[in-house]
């Protein structure tokens, strides 16, 4: 069954850097790309970016340019998220999720199975 | 404030029937990008519950239904059961913003 398992709980300080990880299970790694989505406690969801497990191409959301960067180690079947010049204001529940498409569109796609999630914590 | 637009809150009594708005624009909904909704039970990460704007996947019971006209997309959610309540999230691509998005997100309680 597919699987995706989280790394543990961060806590980080300002400034600082954070790298979490996404072990994959259960299906082709690199058949499917992998999203990051964060929440901040009792907010809404906030997408940051994708990763193509094949290629180690990116997408990253605008808010998060030069400070994120996802990569991916195909022989782990494992994707990292490293967010830098960590604020308050990041801290969040941090969840990869797994794309799949339903139609022949480029955005024909949902998020079929999610981590479990790992709170980062930013705090001075 | 999220691009997509949703209430914050919505209620209903169990049987009833209640539905939840997801607002765009013309770089998202407006502009033909399918819209996808997802349950969140507290403590865990979203469920998928429609996709492709009205679709349900295996093991989504009928009572939830999707639609989408123009900007706006709708979830309607009928014979409300007390496991329903949850939050629930609408989501699309942004040609502007190059990006997936999200909606606020709606609380839903089953008075």
């Known amino acids: 069954q597919v699987q995706l398992v989280q790394s543990g709980a961060e806590v980080k300080k300002p400034g600082a850097s954070v790298k979490v990880s996404c072990k994959a299970s259960g299906y082709t790694f690199t058949g499917h790309y992998m999203h990051w989505v964060r929440q901040a406690p009792g907010q809404g969801l906030e997408w940051m970016g994708w990763?193509?497990?094949?290629?180690?191409?990116?997408k990253y959301g605008q808010k998060f340019q030069g400070r994120v960067t996802m990569t991916r180690d195909t022989s782990m079947t494992t994707v990292y998220m490293e967010l830098s010049r960590l604020k308050s204001d990041d801290t969040a529940v941090y969840s990869c999720?797994?794309?799949?498409?339903?139609?022949?569109?480029?955005?024909?796609?949902?998020?079929?199975?999610w981590g479990q999630g790992i709170l980062v914590t930013v705090s001075s | 404030q999220s691009v997509l637009t949703q209430p914050p809150s919505v209620s209903g009594a169990p049987g009833q029937r209640v539905t939840i708005s997801c607002t765009g624009r013309?770089?998202?909904?407006?502009?033909?990008?399918?819209v996808q909704w997802y349950q969140q039970l507290p403590g865990t990460p979203p469920k998928l519950l429609i996709y492709g704007n009205s679709n349900r996947p295996s093991g989504v019971p009928d009572r939830f239904s999707g639609s989408k006209s123009g900007t706006s997309a709708s979830l309607a959610i009928t014979g409300l059961q007390a496991e329903d309540e949850a939050d629930y999230y609408c989501?699309?691509?942004?040609?502007?913003?190059?990006?997936?998005?999200f909606g606020g997100g709606t609380k839903l309680t089953v008075l």
């Open positions: 990763i193509n497990p094949n290629s180690g191409d990116t």
């Open positions: 013309r770089s998202n909904i407006g502009a033909g990008y399918d």
């Open positions: 989501q699309s691509y942004d040609s502007s913003l190059s990006g997936v998005l």
């Open positions: 999720a797994r794309q799949s498409y339903y139609g022949s569109g480029s955005y024909s796609y949902y998020f079929d199975y």
